[in-house]
């Protein structure tokens, strides 16, 4: 395969439509690679379906890879900062997903810092993942009880649908009630990939140290 003139950004997919709209925009200059959101019902299903994307990209992209996944989405202990060092690639500093939205460095346990509310950003994870739920058996009412001790939703609306997110963030039937429909657009995100990518462009041209 013939080398690639841009960096790449390796990405879980519940960022797909913020960070295309950035390409889009004019925003970011990078070639896109998304990992499905679909793994994150398991770290191991992330790492085994992460680490070969990884792999093929650091030979075809010379301009370096960023990695957009927060520190624990491979668990508690940091193991996505362990990964990415171990690639040698730039991640971005966020804690997850939602993190990355707020403009990361932690900035989601500043809104959160009890854990007791449920921040969305989309509807389409949490369905997919009721749905599979339900194939193994959970009814309804189980599922409900996964939300016990929250105190609500908070929905951080990026792309300006804040109405026809409300009504299927109605529809998930969590019995949380929607506290608040954030409009937070891209902008932090948007900043957040910018200070990665600034990083990814110093490495290169860092010179590596002989052993």
């Known amino acids: 395969m013939a080398e690639k003139t841009k960096p790449c950004i390796i990405a879980c997919s519940v960022l797909k439509g913020e960070i295309q709209k950035l390409i889009n925009q004019g925003d970011l200059n990078a070639d896109l690679v998304f990992v499905s959101k679909y793994f994150h019902v398991e770290y191991s299903l992330i790492e085994k379906n992460l680490r070969p994307i990884i792999k093929e990209n650091l030979t075809r992209y010379p301009k370096g890879i960023v990695l957009v996944y927060g ?15 171990e690639y040698g690639i ?10 990355c939205l707020l403009g990361g460095k932690g900035k989601v346990s ?3 810092p009890n854990h007791d509310l ?3 950003s989309m509807t389409s994870f949490f369905n997919r993942v009721k749905e599979m739920a339900k194939q193994e058996g959970v009814d309804e009412e189980a599922l409900k009880a996964l939300f016990n001790g929250l105190k609500g939703i908070i929905f951080l609306d990026t792309l ?5 997110s409300r009504e299927e963030t ?3 039937n969590t019995g949380l009630p ?3 429909m954030k409009t937070i657009g891209l ?5 957040l990939l910018i200070e990665a990518m600034e990083q990814n462009t110093q490495k290169l041209q860092t010179p590596t140290k002989p052993n």
């Open 118 to 120: 449920l921040i969305l």
């Open 90 to 99: 730039v991640k971005v500093d966020a804690l997850n997903c939602t993190d």
């Open 187 to 191: 902008e932090n995100l948007k900043q």
């Open 71 to 85: 520190d624990l989405c491979l668990g508690p202990n940091e193991e996505m900062k362990q990964l990415a060092a």
């Open 178 to 180: 929607i506290l608040e």
């Open 170 to 172: 109605e529809k998930m």
């Open 110 to 112: 500043e809104m959160d």
């Open 160 to 164: 300006g649908e804040a109405e026809k």
